[in-house]
């Protein structure tokens, strides 16, 4: 028996091979499926099965190009309707592969079509326990993403999951293994930890979610409470994992467009296009095409297109060393970003070359900042784009939190002719603001190099620090 998780970073997400006797299962792949068949021919095993455990909101999974290129069937658990060739299976229904057996288990709550797959070795023993979203470390899936599909309120899809954790999964051993489909960083839960895999034993006794003596109603009420509001691209993702999509490989060769400058922002004017530039913040930061959007390719890259861009069907045109295009096209597409239409040959450095018009982001030191705030009094508009949590926790003495996935509702807060300052915690997010304030005509801003990270270091007041767990 061979289970292999394969996580991927960026968004925070665990896709699984399994192996046993010269037949695989592949669990919630991702979009890009050659890997998965490499793996098997490697091994000389071929794929027997493809596993989803729900219908993904948060990326696009590679279940209808992996079935198309090997055959194998995909399979869900009860409820789900997909628009395509699908086995529905039943609660309790089994799959053998090769020496070992998966066991069906309806566990709804976060979607209605929710499932768990129960593998038991070649001697019949509970030996692991495919969660998807109904249970992860630290956290259960949140229970608002399938409320309009379901026709049910969050705390009606939280009481179903509630159930369903005390009949299907709290009975089950405490020695099996559970492999979640997110860690820290997942828009699906609030509290995951940053380990990927863990014991059963263990999340009961420190998964706030399975505590033995919680009623219904106090598991209810702490589930749904300080849920933020979902991405706007999940409804978009859930749509197309359950009706289908273009292969990759077209995708691909669409976004794989070389463009010269003067073709590049004929193509941006004409096609409405969204000029989306993935190199380093500092770069960024030195020139830019005026107008275009920074988001990091070695960020938090697909999850914040995502939340920012919003639309997958939003035309896209890449600013990205060549070397690294068809990763972005990739990685875009994980979450249902397909029409991606080409790039800029030369990357920027021809667009200077061609003479076009570019704009530079001002960015300071946090030791500058210091002498500034030290100057003023405290007295200059600062701006803190981290989460709500973030800024609870500890922020600079005289700031005004303007988070990043909000950043469109904070547009008239922002000082018209004053120069104002901006940070996050590292220097990503800032950045990526100041391109979308820019974008926005708000030219007067000075990003802050480091974040607060660097601030703390350079001495700059800040508020007493708060435990983010004690935080509500």
């Not at 598991?219 to 009706?243: H, I, Q, R, S, W």
């Not at 703390?456 to 935080?471: F, M, N, Q, R």
């Amino acid at each position: 028996m061979k289970i292999e998780q394969i996580y991927t970073g960026c968004l925070a997400q665990g896709a699984y091979y399994i192996e046993s006797d010269g037949e695989v299962a592949i669990i919630d792949p991702l979009r890009e499926v050659q890997p998965y068949i490499d793996k098997a021919e490697a091994a000389g095993a071929k794929i027997k099965y493809i596993f989803e455990t729900h219908f993904h909101a948060d990326f696009v999974s590679g279940h209808v190009t992996l079935s198309e290129k090997t055959g194998a069937p995909i399979i869900y658990g009860p409820n789900a309707n997909p628009n395509f060739e699908a086995t529905t299976a039943k609660d309790g229904q089994k799959f053998k592969l090769g020496e070992l057996l998966f066991v069906v288990l309806h566990t709804p709550g976060h979607t209605m079509e929710s499932t768990t797959y129960l593998l038991r070795d070649k001697e019949g023993k509970n030996h692991a326990l495919f969660t998807g979203d109904t249970l992860f470390l630290g956290d259960v899936g949140r229970p608002d993403l399938a409320q309009k599909a379901a026709h049910m309120t969050q705390e009606e899809l939280a009481g179903t999951l509630y159930e369903s954790l005390r009949t299907k999964i709290m009975p089950l051993a405490d020695d099996i293994t559970v492999y979640p489909a997110h860690g820290a960083g997942s828009a699906c839960g609030k509290n995951m930890m940053k380990e990927t895999v863990d014991t059963l034993g263990h999340q009961k006794e420190m998964n706030y979610a399975l505590r033995a003596d919680m009623t219904k109603e106090e598991f209810v009420k702490e589930v749904t409470d300080g849920l933020l509001p979902p991405p706007a691209y999940f409804p978009m993702n859930v749509k197309m994992n359950k009706e289908g999509y273009k292969n990759i490989d077209e995708v691909i060769a669409q976004g794989e467009n070389a463009l010269a400058p003067d073709a590049f922002e004929a193509v941006a004017n004409e096609a409405g296009a969204v000029v989306l530039d993935v190199r380093h913040q500092n770069d960024f930061a030195k020139g830019h095409i005026p107008g275009s959007v920074f988001i990091g390719i070695d960020g938090s890259f697909a999850p914040w297109v995502g939340d920012l861009i919003k639309d997958v069907r939003q035309p896209i045109l890449l600013v990205a060393n060549k070397d690294r295009i068809e990763e972005v096209i990739t990685r875009l597409s994980r979450v249902g970003f397909d029409n991606t239409i080409g790039y800029l040959e030369g990357g920027f450095e021809a667009w200077k070359k061609a003479a076009k018009e570019y704009d530079t982001v001002t960015s300071i030191t946090a030791s500058e900042f210091k002498q500034i705030e030290d100057d003023t009094n405290n007295d200059v508009p600062v701006f803190d784009v981290r989460k709500p949590s973030e800024f609870q926790s500890e922020h600079v003495l005289n700031a005004t939190n303007t988070s990043l996935s909000n950043i469109n509702n904070h547009l008239a807060e922002y000082p018209k002719n004053e120069t104002f300052y901006v940070y996050c915690a590292g220097g990503y997010r800032s950045m990526i603001a100041a391109s979308i304030l820019k974008s926005r005509g708000i030219h007067n801003l000075i990003d802050i190099q480091g974040g607060f990270t660097a601030i703390k270091d350079a001495g700059v007041e800040t508020t007493e620090y708060v435990c983010p767990s004690t935080l509500k």
